[in-house]
């Protein structure tokens, strides 16, 4: 019986954690996986700064995504409450990116990060783990 709650649950979150970095990916104008897998060309140091960049910002995304998912499973009293859990922190740390944007001027997230930014995708990484861990704790009954 714990095996199959816990084959049941595994089955659901994986999708969702696909389905979250899925929608993380339509929320930028660049194409993150492309960017990254042309990180390889050692000899262009600005692809392979763009390929570092864009995965520090998809990785912070997928952290934070990874610690509210481990609340919620925790937390959970079925699968949907799992679910809604889910689908409400992708919803927050989309809003974060964009929040990000509109609260630093100076810095345009959509252009920094695809031209090798580091330093912006650092700072990206940070929030989008902060988020995630603060929703993780927020998740309560």
Same mark, same amino acid.
């Given at each position: 019986?714990?095996?199959? !709650?816990?084959?049941? @649950?595994?089955?659901?979150?994986?999708?969702?954690?696909?389905?979250?970095?899925?929608?993380?990916?339509?929320?930028?104008?660049?194409?993150? %996986?492309? #960017?990254? %897998?042309?990180?390889?060309?050692?000899?262009?140091?600005?692809?392979?700064?763009?390929?570092?960049?864009?995965?520090?910002?998809?990785?912070?995304?997928?952290?934070?995504?990874? &610690? =509210? =998912?481990?609340?919620?499973? @925790?937390? $959970?009293?079925?699968?949907?409450?799992?679910?809604?859990?889910?689908?409400?922190?992708?919803? %927050?740390? #989309?809003?974060?990116?964009? =929040? &990000?944007?509109?609260?630093?001027?100076?810095?345009?997230?959509?252009?920094?990060?695809? !031209?090798? !930014?580091?330093?912006? $995708?650092?700072? +990206? %990484?940070?929030?989008?783990?902060?988020?995630?861990?603060?929703?993780? $704790? =927020?998740? +309560?009954?």
């Amino acid at each position: 019986m714990l095996l199959l !709650n816990f084959l049941k @649950y595994l089955g659901v979150t994986l999708p969702l954690m696909a389905f979250a970095v899925f929608l993380f990916t339509l929320t930028t104008p660049y194409r993150e %996986f492309k #960017i990254m %897998f042309d990180g390889d060309e050692l000899e262009d140091p600005k692809k392979v700064a763009a390929a570092k960049a864009v995965a520090l910002d998809l990785g912070g995304k997928v952290i934070g995504i990874a &610690f =509210l =998912l481990a609340s919620a499973i @925790y937390h $959970a009293v079925s699968l949907w409450d799992l679910i809604v859990w889910a689908l409400t922190g992708t919803i %927050f740390l #989309i809003g974060v990116y964009y =929040l &990000f944007e509109l609260l630093t001027p100076g810095i345009t997230i959509r252009k920094e990060i695809p !031209n090798g !930014n580091v330093g912006t $995708a650092i700072f +990206s %990484f940070c929030l989008s783990l902060a988020t995630g861990i603060l929703m993780a $704790a =927020l998740i +309560s009954y």
